[in-house]
């Protein structure tokens, strides 16, 4: 009888069982890449935006009291809202104010950006 060469059962549930750890960990990966995607653009959304609006602020009249009415957010981020208000940074100059501007969606803060305005 000739020598039959191949592979044993054994080797084959090793190989096998190899083969599904790692299908495990890439399948692990993906779905938290999945996850973490959503979350991410939604942030770099809110960065956006809040980066728009202080520019607006900016642009604005100064004011020594108050908030800044926020520019109307474009039709392509639906669920996003934007408030800037405004406050002196320290009692001795009025002519230098810290802006925030809080970036939302859907009712949640994403994000707070802040700035400071110079009255001209």
Not at 58 to 67: A, D, H, I
Not at 83 to 92: K, L, Y
Request: no cysteine; net charge negative.
């Amino acid at each position: 009888m000739k020598k039959e060469e191949g592979f044993s059962l054994v080797e084959v549930v090793v190989g096998l069982g190899i083969l599904g750890m790692v299908g495990v960990g890439f399948l692990a990966a993906l779905s938290t890449g999945l996850i973490v995607l959503p979350r991410t653009d939604e942030l770099e959304t809110a960065k956006n935006l809040a980066e728009s609006q202080m520019e607006y602020a900016k642009s604005l009249e100064y004011q020594s009291t108050g908030s800044y009415p926020a520019a109307a957010i474009p039709g392509e981020y639906p669920g996003y809202s934007a408030t800037i208000s405004s406050g002196p940074i320290t009692s001795r100059d009025g002519n230098i104010q810290k802006v925030t501007v809080t970036i939302s969606h859907g009712g949640e803060q994403v994000l707070a950006l802040e700035g400071y305005k110079v009255n001209r």
